[in-house]
């Protein structure tokens, strides 16, 4: 009976800035990246659902940490990047694995997008349209580039890109509004990041998430996915931050560089 109920997302915030997911149908529910046993929990309880999996995109531990806890109390399955080294996954997954929940009939599909580190996996409910991509992708930003290459994360980046515009973008930490910050300095004439900074900041100031945003306005308002834009190349040049002859890659260095040292 409950594979027919629908799905639906919990927000559960957790640490200074990081959000953990819980997909649920009212019943049960799969935790995405629970670095907090605790709030995880707690959200269970208030909720009244039974947690029947765990997804984690990488090995850090404020998306990992509370994995063994949760353990003690469910026995369920770990998914996990078959290239991560942490021993509590229990069902290693590779690019373009399906992820099978079926006390819920929900199917999501791994996309392996290193980058951010080596093993980083974003899962992907297509059936929703719901993207939990972990580091990879923020709102309004990218994660850093700790263990890949810029290649890699530039890679990784188009193909979340590919996504349709509608999907819903759940991304694991609330720094919308300083990367708008970057993302108007970086494009100053970009009319719907004006427009985004008005919408996230009245968010914000009610206490409320800027997460989850879409594909088509990160598309539109991102820089990191906007290395091929000439209206962006073209005030970046202006600035003298980029040669006339430049690539996506030499674009999306250029952004993720300056961001590294932005303040
Ligand atoms: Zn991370």
Redesign the pocket.
């Known amino acids: 009976m409950s594979q027919s109920r629908a799905l639906g997302v919990l927000t559960v915030p957790a640490f200074k800035d990081n959000y953990l997911w819980l997909i649920h149908n009212g019943c049960y529910a799969v935790a995405v990246d629970p670095g907090d046993a605790d709030e995880i929990q707690a959200a269970l309880t208030q909720h009244h659902l039974q947690l029947v999996a765990i997804l984690l995109?990488?090995?850090?531990k404020?998306?990992s940490g509370g994995i063994a806890q949760l353990l003690n109390t469910y026995q369920v399955p770990v998914f996990g990047p078959k290239s991560c080294s942490l021993d509590c996954i229990t069902h290693p997954v590779g690019h373009h694995d399906t992820v099978d929940v079926p006390e819920m009939g929900l199917q999501l599909m791994a996309l392996h997008v290193p980058g951010?580190?080596l093993d980083?996996t974003a899962y992907i409910a297509t059936s929703h349209g719901w993207l939990f991509c972990?580091?990879t992708l923020f709102a309004a930003g990218c994660?850093?580039v700790?263990e890949g290459t810029y290649e890699q994360m530039l890679a990784s980046l188009d193909l979340l890109a590919s996504m349709p515009d509608e999907t819903l973008v759940f991304c694991?930490h609330e720094y919308t509004l300083s990367n708008l910050r970057f993302a108007l300095a970086a494009d100053p004439e970009n009319r719907k990041l004006h427009a985004r900074l008005r919408v996230d900041t009245d968010k914000r100031a009610h206490v409320r998430p800027t997460v989850p945003s879409t594909l088509g306005l990160e598309k539109q308002t991102n820089p990191f996915l906007r290395c091929r834009a000439p209206d962006l190349i073209g005030q970046l040049q202006a600035q003298g931050r980029l040669g006339q002859d430049c690539s996506p890659l030499d674009v999306f260095a250029a952004l993720r560089e300056w961001k590294n040292v932005f303040k």
Do not use: K, M, S
């Open positions: 995109t990488h090995h850090h404020d998306h951010h580190t980083h972990g580091d994660g850093r700790f694991a």
